[in-house]
């Protein structure tokens, strides 16, 4: 994990984000086999300033396998042929800062749905900033290849010195190494730490349990 302390008058303000280690992203699981071609589409790879024309783009199980021009790249037999003319592809386009309205507001049998809103707007990944059991249950399945969705990047419950939505208080160093344990072993990537952590009782003993509880799993930033 990374972690950066700031000086807050006599308290140490704690500032997100630390990331988990030892938990590389998992790619997601084919959705379906076999292969298919876009041809003649208009590729903007956001390498460079330019555009590649009448691109063809070969995708096998999943995964791009070629990109190049006609006569570079031969499209398999029997691969279906999608018609790209008059039209732009660009990479999957990365929301590195949202929540979701099944988070706290709606049923969490909608969340299934709100990532397909995201895909279907061209986001194929997601970094959840406040997390939920329902957002891993999610993302299993989105690994697993059974539910479309964006790859997703989710974060713990947020560690906090009060109450607050889908958050965790913390104001000793046995909640603390508690807390970060049992969300990191959730599959949490990202450990969030809320600046109402100055909330706690007593700010100084709060910033002191997280310092405590995190060193052997942490690296200053």
Request: proline content about 5%; cysteine-free; hydrophobic content about 45%.
């Amino acid at each position: 994990m990374t972690i950066r302390f700031f000086s807050l008058g006599a308290a140490a303000l704690i500032e997100m984000s630390m990331t988990v280690a030892g938990t590389a992203q998992q790619s997601r699981a084919a959705l379906g086999r076999g292969s298919f071609a876009i041809v003649d589409v208009d590729v903007v790879p956001m390498t460079r300033d330019s555009v590649l024309r009448r691109t063809i783009v070969v995708v096998r199980d999943g995964r791009i396998v070629a990109i190049g021009p006609r006569g570079r790249v031969s499209i398999p037999a029997g691969a279906r042929q999608i018609d790209g003319s008059g039209k732009y592809l660009i990479p999957g386009l990365a929301d590195v800062h949202t929540h979701m309205y099944s988070d706290d507001l709606v049923a969490d049998s909608l969340g299934r749905y709100e990532l397909g809103v995201l895909i279907a707007n061209g986001i194929t990944a997601a970094r959840f900033m406040i997390g939920t059991p329902a957002q891993l249950a999610l993302r299993k399945e989105i690994e697993a290849g059974r539910l479309v969705g964006p790859q997703l990047w989710s974060a713990s419950p947020q560690l906090t010195g009060r109450k607050d939505v889908n958050a965790r208080v913390v104001t000793t160093p046995e909640q603390a190494r508690a807390a970060v344990a049992e969300v990191a072993a959730a599959g949490a990537r990202r450990i969030v730490v809320v600046r109402t952590i100055r909330d706690a009782p007593d700010p100084e003993a709060a910033a002191r349990a997280l310092r405590s509880a995190l060193p052997s799993e942490a690296t200053a930033r």
